[in-house]
């Protein structure tokens, strides 16, 4: 359901504040092998692990995008195995940290930023070595990006079990494919956190127990979306990232992992109550909200869209703050438009081919606006900035 988006994420970065940092990597010693790591070719073949600083994701995306530096998080270089470049042949490789010190430790957090691309048996694993057998943590396969194809954003994962008391730990990023797809990485840390876990985000929108929420209909490849924010709390150590948790069942299963605050979810159903909570994660653990709910507009008989797409139109003017509708056959009938918060903000009748709404006394944000035209309605999406 969810978009690959072009927001900007908070992801995982160099800001944190650290404890005991054990391994810190952001490959910003040039485009080779990182001093003290092993690009250790498992297979033979000759493949291995590479180095690039472009942004650009290889085949699988159309070019130029700036998925790498955005949704996935990554900064200047970054370690990349790109399977399909190598055009085929059996593939195993991993990249190796050098040895660090746990022996004192009780609490170990990995994390990272990654775009991994399924498909054709191409698989990745981040491991752990224990002292005497590397220890697997976390698998990229078909099965966990079947939603989408692909998984991205900032990991943090709890390797206290595997390697607390253990003097001679590595952590590696081991490749397994022929002639796949790919999977890159950045910023690997591996640390004692002193951070406590984030506190709970408050103030949803949707709003708790909002009925007769709108879908935005301003995209023909993201269809019938709800946008989701909230507040962040003044409280506790920040958050790191995010994870959206969706259902029409209390509680909610499905989870979107790395999701930004005011993101949409698209391909929401008509007249069906919602469950949802957000879940604030930072190094040093994670906090759900209480879970929230909201019911959607019943769907319209017809839409504007069924008259033809060229009778409706509407534009937005930022230097005048004014709002124009435009029907090229029909008179409009009625505009009401809503915050982000579901509040009804203008409520208007409306008789010409061509109005105008003066939105000058609203504040800059994204704007929900339900337009009636001969019995019909449509929902679009205004930005006021």
Request: aromatic share 14%; glycine share 8%; hydrophobic share 35%.
């Amino acid at each position: 359901m969810k978009k690959i988006t072009l927001l900007l994420t908070l992801f995982f970065t160099s800001s944190i504040i650290f404890g005991q940092v054990l391994i810190s990597e952001d490959f910003e010693g040039g485009l080779t092998v990182p001093t003290g790591w092993v690009n250790n070719d498992i297979n033979g073949g000759g493949n291995v692990w590479t180095f690039e600083n472009t942004g650009q994701t290889p085949a699988g995306f159309t070019t130029p995008n700036s998925y790498l530096y955005d949704p996935a998080g990554f900064s200047g270089s970054y370690a990349i195995f790109n399977s399909d470049a190598y055009g085929g042949g059996p593939e195993e490789a991993a990249l190796e940290s050098p040895t660090f010190d746990c022996s004192t430790l009780t609490t170990i957090k990995l994390s990272y930023n990654h775009f991994y691309l399924s498909g054709y048996s191409g698989y990745g694993y981040v491991e752990v070595y224990n002292g005497s057998s590397w220890i697997t943590v976390a698998t990229y396969d078909d099965a966990a990006a079947a939603t989408d194809g692909y998984l991205y954003g900032s990991e943090i994962i709890d390797v206290s079990t595997e390697l607390a008391g253990v003097s001679n730990a590595q952590v590696r990023f081991r490749w397994v494919g022929d002639y796949s797809w790919w999977w890159g990485f950045d910023n690997v840390v591996v640390q004692q956190p002193t951070v406590s876990a984030p506190d709970a985000v408050i103030e949803p929108s949707p709003a708790d127990e909002a009925t007769d929420v709108p879908l935005v209909q301003d995209d023909i490849d993201y269809p019938n979306k709800i946008y989701f924010s909230w507040t962040e709390p003044t409280t506790g150590d920040p958050a790191t990232s995010y994870r959206l948790v969706l259902g029409t069942e209390n509680p909610p299963v499905q989870e979107f992992n790395n999701f930004p605050n005011g993101d949409f979810i698209y391909n929401i159903s008509f007249d069906t109550t919602y469950y949802w909570q957000i879940i604030a994660v930072n190094i040093g653990g994670e906090t759900a909200s209480e879970i929230w709910s909201f019911t959607t507009e019943a769907d319209p008989t017809a839409s504007i869209d069924e008259v033809t797409n060229d009778t409706f139109s509407h534009f937005y003017n930022k230097d005048t703050d004014v709002l124009t509708l435009e029907s090229s056959s029909t008179p409009l009938e009625h505009v009401e438009i809503f915050n982000i918060l579901g509040q009804q903000v203008i409520n208007n009748n409306l008789s010409l081919n061509r109005e105008t709404i003066n939105m000058s006394d609203l504040k800059d944000g994204i704007y929900l606006t339900k337009v009636t035209i001969n019995g019909n309605t449509k929902t679009i999406k205004v930005l006021k900035q």
